[in-house]
């Protein structure tokens, strides 16, 4: 929500400030930017950095309880690490549980097309909403990847 909110409010900025100068035949055009724009920018990125989470999904691999819960949640957690080092793999601890969740998937759909190649592995793993860490844009998923 607070994305939105921000990111809306940056592109009636962007939209309203920016202006385009035609240079000529065959050369590039300048962009004449207001300086509140980079400045909206520069707080967008701040927010980022001081809040690296927004709403996404993960998936669930186990939820356990006990004196041995967090002994078998780190080999888990290892042993899925060793398979997928890709994916991120997170323990987290609310009374009485410790939970072992994987990935951050910006939607749903993601999240369920990873969970149908390890469901055979993990048959109790289910799909769950989560704050997921900001996935990295600058690595894009081949096109041709069939794995």
């Known amino acids: 929500m607070r994305f939105a909110i921000l990111f809306g409010l940056l592109f ?7 202006l385009v100068a035609q240079t000529g035949v065959g050369e590039s055009d300048a962009y004449i930017v207001a300086p509140d724009v980079d400045s909206l920018v520069a707080l967008h990125m701040a927010y980022n950095q001081a809040f690296p989470e927004f ?12 004196n ?35 990935g951050d998937f910006r939607t749903r759909l993601e999240a369920e097309n990873f969970l149908s190649k390890i469901t055979r592995k993990y048959p109790s793993a289910w799909v769950i909403q989560d704050d997921i860490v900001i996935p990295s844009l600058l690595q894009q998923p081949k096109a041709n990847d069939y794995e």
């Open 12 to 18: 009636s900025l962007m939209s309203g400030n920016c």
């Open 55 to 66: 709403s996404g999904y993960r998936i669930q691999l186990m939820m356990e309880s006990g």
């Open 68 to 102: 041995h819960a967090l002994a078998e949640s780190e080999e888990l957690m290892a042993e899925f690490s060793e398979k997928y080092p890709d994916v991120g793999s997170y323990i987290t601890f609310r009374e009485p549980y410790y939970r072992v969740r994987i």
